[in-house]
């Protein structure tokens, strides 16, 4: 596997501190399984925040934290077990395996989705979206932030290439119309952030029927 986009070094830092919801830090991970370049730059970051943590003043804890904490623990009982979609008609990495999925549902000819159930998103939309080989996605802009981790096959748009493993980050700048690559159809994994704005006329009539 060649990768050749990657998450910019922002978000790889806010990965190493654990300050990205629990929807954009699955996409990241799911990009680290193959990308070892990516995977030593989260260490280093890792080292450099130990760093300053060490060289950093002790700061005491407010008054009841440590009660209030162990009060919440016991309150919260076990989770309730919600088994993961067991579909193995495609590959599905280690980060995702532990996460529920529903059905794929049609959203255009060619072109379907499926939700990730990420309990703690916080305002980021988590699903997986498939296309077939050779279509072209609606051209579209963003209101928010739109991460994408390609799982399989490839798809192209202004920016690049982007085949398995490579990451797309875009925000409320980016304006694009992605075409999958013939041959085998395209599964991505996205964590979006607002929503989708259709731009071509045909997109403009589906767009209040897309619910994603």
Known sequence: MTIAHHPTDPTLAAFAAGTLDEGRALVVSTHLVGCAVCRGAVRSFERLRGIA?????PVGLEEGALQRALRKISSDGPAEA???????SEARPTPLSAYSLGKWRRIAPGLQWRPVAVPAAEGTRVFMLKAAPGIRIPHHAHAGLEWTCVLQGAFSHRLGRYGAGDFDEADDTIEHQPVVEEGVECICLVALQG??????????????????
């Open 53 to 57: 943590l060490e060289d950093g003043e």
């Open 195 to 212: 929503q989708i704005q259709l731009k071509s006329w045909m997109g403009r009539l589906i767009q209040p029927f897309i619910r994603i």
């Open 82 to 88: 919600t088994a993961p979609d067991r579909d193995h």
